[in-house]
C-alpha cells in the first residue's frame, strides 16, 4: 500500500486548501469589527469555516488512541478552569489549541445569537438552523470539482462527507456551549470530533488508494 504515502499528503493539503478558498472567497463580505456584538447568518458561517479549517490543520498532532480517554472525561463534572488538570491527570496528551479555537467557535457562535432574528430559538432550534446552513453551503459551493476520474471523485465526495460531519459537529460544540454555563463536554466532544474527521480521512484515501490499485 505504497501508493497510500504518497497520497495522503498531497490529497490532503488539496482538500484542506479548498477549504481555505471557500473562505477566502466569502471573506470580503466580512468586515471586521470588535466591537460588533451580532452578526448575520453569513459572517458567522464564514468565521466557522474559518476555525474549522485551522482545527482541520491540528489533525496529525492528535493521538487517536486517547479517544476512549476523552470519551471517559467527557462524562464527569468538570469546570472548563479545571480542564488542564483533568487531562494531565489522565495521561492525554493533546494540544491546548483545540480547545482555544472551539473556546472561539462557541464566541462566534454567541455573537450570532445575539441577532434578534435568531434569540428566540432554543437550543434544537438554532442548532438545527446552522447544521442546515452548513450542509447547503458546502453542497452548493461543492469545494471539489467533478473529474474525469471516477476513483478520485469518489473521494472528493467521501472527503465532502467528512468535512460536513466534522463542521456540523463543531457547530455543536458552538451551540452546546452557548447553552451550557457549566461543564466540558462540549470541548471534548470536539475533540473527539476532530479524530472522527482524521479517521474519516484516513478511510477515504485508502478507499481511493484500493481503487487505485484495481484501475
Same mark, same amino acid.
Given at each position: 500500500?505504497?501508493? +497510500?504515502?504518497?497520497? =495522503? =499528503? ?20 466580512? !468586515? ?8 448575520? +447568518? ?27 480517554? +476523552? ?23 493533546? @494540544? ?37 446552513? !452548513?450542509?447547503?453551503? +458546502?453542497?452548493?459551493?461543492? !469545494?471539489?470539482?467533478?473529474? @474525469? ?15 460536513? @460531519? ?21 470541548? !471534548? ?6 479524530? =472522527? ?14 481503487? =487505485?490499485?484495481?484501475?
Amino acid at each position: 500500500m505504497n501508493i +497510500l504515502k504518497n497520497l =495522503r =499528503r498531497p490529497y490532503f493539503a488539496m482538500f484542506l486548501a479548498s477549504l481555505m478558498l471557500f473562505v477566502s472567497c466569502n471573506q470580503d463580505s466580512l !468586515i471586521e469589527n470588535p466591537e460588533v456584538k451580532t452578526q448575520t +447568518l453569513d459572517e458567522y458561517l464564514i468565521k466557522h469555516f474559518e476555525l474549522t479549517s485551522k482545527m482541520i490543520e491540528l489533525k496529525s498532532s492528535v493521538d487517536y488512541n486517547i479517544i476512549d480517554k +476523552l470519551k471517559k472525561l467527557q462524562n464527569k463534572a468538570i469546570k472548563k478552569s479545571d480542564l488542564k488538570i483533568a487531562i494531565k491527570d489522565e495521561n492525554i496528551e493533546i @494540544s491546548d489549541e483545540i480547545f482555544e479555537l472551539q473556546q472561539q467557535i462557541i464566541e462566534n457562535t454567541k455573537i450570532l445569537y445575539n441577532n434578534p432574528k435568531y434569540n428566540s430559538l432554543n437550543q434544537e432550534e438554532f442548532l438545527t438552523l446552522i447544521t442546515n446552513e !452548513i450542509n447547503s453551503q +458546502l453542497q452548493n459551493k461543492q !469545494i471539489f470539482s467533478k473529474k @474525469s476520474d471516477s476513483c478520485l471523485d469518489t473521494f472528493n465526495s467521501a472527503n465532502e462527507s467528512c468535512l460536513k @460531519s466534522f463542521g456540523a459537529s463543531l457547530a455543536t460544540v458552538g451551540v452546546v456551549g452557548l447553552f451550557t454555563s457549566f461543564g466540558v463536554g462540549s470541548l !471534548i466532544g470536539g475533540g473527539i470530533a476532530l479524530i =472522527r474527521f482524521g479517521e474519516c480521512n484516513k478511510s477515504a484515501q485508502a478507499d481511493l488508494a484500493d481503487c =487505485r490499485d484495481n484501475q
